[in-house]
């Protein structure tokens, strides 16, 4: 109503309302996406992220697979074959992960904007420029663009979520093969031992290369097992992010009036803006340089790997 913007106006009982809740709304996504940042960055050391780790893994695998491939293991072949899939499948959830971070990023932008206005709309009404009634509105449809814009981080969430939980899997069929084949050569080194010439000092040869394949088992059994630690975290961490949205979204859609005056909102909404962007600053410096040198390092070694195929 016209009258609603003059001065004095918050005395005319028809233009009095409460103002929605914009501190506690501003506080949920605050602390929402902090606790985001400390998971896609710092569950693992400061200078760690999500695809960061992922991307140690499928080095390492990569690496890995080389020297499996050329062995002379049973399972070669196929163990090899299941370390492709892997370190395809990695490269892929790496990806995954790097989009959630910039679908992250991209949210963060759009909260401070988001916040920027609300922050607006509050000055107006302490200045009677604007009335509760067209505040609430500013309010509504603020909330309803934080709710899209975690509808869209949830899908992402959902799908990076799908990728670890399928790189799992393979790691825990890689496992079986490793596990029979090192039941295997333990047991055709046991043989071999028992037999009178290898006694005597001979069968050296042979001996010497069930060792070698024991040895490559143990490796790969140690690799698959911080390979599991960090897919595990990393699935623990997005689990957590996906649960925080889910529970900002339901804040997010109960509208809450209090009873606050207008500058105890305008100075929470400003120092929710401050946090947020320092929240921004934490996930542009964190782990994209690494990644990208890891990236090129990886680049290095698969041409290496294959000069190193075409002497073999």
Not at 236 to 258: A, C, G, H, K, N
Request: some cysteine; hydrophobic content about 40%; glycine content about 4%.
């Amino acid at each position: 109503m016209i009258i609603c913007k003059f001065p004095l106006s918050s005395h005319i009982p028809l233009c009095h309302a409460p103002i929605p809740d914009f501190s506690r709304l501003v506080d949920r996504q605050v602390e929402t996406y902090e606790q985001i940042m400390d998971q896609q960055l710092s569950y693992n050391g400061p200078s760690s992220s999500l695809a960061l780790d992922i991307k140690k893994a499928e080095l390492a695998t990569a690496d890995l697979r080389t020297l499996i491939k050329y062995s002379s293991l049973v399972t070669a072949s196929e163990l090899a074959n299941r370390l492709t899939l892997f370190v395809d499948k990695a490269r892929s959830v790496g990806r995954d992960l790097q989009i959630l971070q910039a679908r992250t990023r991209s949210s963060l932008d759009n909260l401070i904007t988001y916040n920027i206005f609300a922050l607006k709309a509050l000055e107006d009404v302490r200045d009677n420029k604007i009335s509760a009634k067209e505040l609430a509105g500013a309010y509504n449809q603020m909330m309803s663009l934080i709710e899209n814009d975690l509808k869209r981080m949830i899908l992402v969430g959902q799908d990076a979520l799908g990728s670890l939980a399928d790189l799992d899997e393979m790691l825990i069929a890689i496992h079986d093969l490793a596990t029979h084949e090192s039941a295997y050569q333990n047991k055709e080194l046991n043989k071999l031992l028992a037999e009178l010439w290898t006694i005597f000092g001979g069968n050296r040869v042979r001996k010497q290369l069930f060792e070698e394949n024991l040895e490559l088992l143990k490796n790969l059994d140690k690799h698959r097992r911080t390979a599991v630690s960090q897919i595990q975290t990393t699935l623990y961490s997005l689990t957590s992010f996906q649960l925080d949205m889910e529970e900002l979204r339901e804040q997010v859609s109960r509208p809450s009036i209090i009873e606050m005056p207008v500058e105890v909102h305008i100075e929470s909404i400003g120092k929710g803006i401050e946090r947020l962007r320092n929240s921004k600053v934490a996930l542009k410096s964190g782990g994209d340089t690494k990644i990208s040198k890891l990236i090129d390092s990886s680049n290095e070694n698969n041409d290496n790997n294959v000069a190193k195929e075409m002497t073999i």
